[in-house]
């Protein structure tokens, strides 16, 4: 199986600034005959399911956030939130879809300072 | 409109079998692409995918719970079944269906029931 290791498991953020979520893998989910990252990003909100913001490593979802941006490729990847809103509050998930079983990271939660 | 929604037993015993019903609306899995799965996820921790059922009826399932795990669809009906045989208090979590993306390739899911919280007890 590929783990999924996300830092920090929490951060504090002051409205209007930067929250930046790692992510890393435990091994390449690079696809060198394509030169994509197989790599999905979700938002959480509580009491939600989650969202899917983006995929592979750095597609925004149709609808999300111009603030919301993926980047990374092989083995590190790094979600950021520019310009943080009150309604980013919630828990942030990567997932690797390079190979079954389909594996989750912990989890970011991202509050407001 | 492309919704899922989860169906079925909120509490169940241990020992016994749990079976999920996710109906969804407004995509069809005879379609070359589309699959539909599921995830769960314990209160308060982290989403853990269980299984994924394709169009061509491929099923795949995570190594940890396979021998315990069935999915299956029926497809005029727009639905997809999820079985855990032999449940213990530690399968309580909130059970979600999701649809994987249309793109062959492109394993992420893009749209999620509300799930439904199981919860394992005697």
């Known amino acids: 199986d590929i783990a999924m290791t996300q830092s920090p498991d929490s951060l504090a953020v002051s409205l209007g600034e930067r929250a930046t979520i790692s992510c890393r893998s435990s091994?390449?989910?690079?696809?060198?005959?394509?030169?994509?990252?197989?790599l999905a990003w979700y938002q959480q909100r509580p009491g939600q399911p989650p969202k899917l913001l983006i995929y592979w490593a750095s597609t925004r979802e149709s609808g999300v956030p111009a603030r919301f941006s993926g980047s990374g490729s092989g083995a590190y990847f790094t979600l950021t939130i520019s310009n943080l809103q009150a309604e980013d509050v919630a828990v942030y998930y990567c997932q690797q879809y390079y190979s079954t079983p389909f594996t989750f990271g912990g989890g970011t939660k991202v509050q407001i300072k | 409109q492309i919704t899922l929604k989860e169906s079925g037993p909120t509490l169940v015993k241990p020992t016994q079998t749990l079976t999920l019903t996710c109906t969804f609306s407004?995509?069809?899995?005879?379609?070359?692409?589309?699959?539909v799965g599921w995830i769960r996820q314990p209160p308060g921790k982290a989403l853990e995918w269980l299984a994924l059922l394709y169009w061509d009826d491929d099923k795949r399932y995570t190594p940890s719970l396979e021998s315990r795990l069935t999915i299956a669809k029926d497809t005029s009906r727009g639905q997809v079944f999820l079985t855990l045989t032999n449940v213990d208090p530690v399968d309580t979590a909130t059970y979600y269906c999701?649809?994987?993306?249309?793109?062959?390739?492109?394993?992420?899911?893009?749209?999620w029931g509300q799930g439904l919280l199981v919860t394992v007890s005697s």
């Open positions: 407004g995509f069809s899995l005879n379609t070359a692409g589309v699959a």
């Open positions: 091994q390449n989910i690079l696809y060198t005959s394509n030169n994509r990252s197989y």
């Open positions: 999701a649809r994987k993306a249309v793109l062959i390739k492109g394993n992420w899911f893009d749209t």
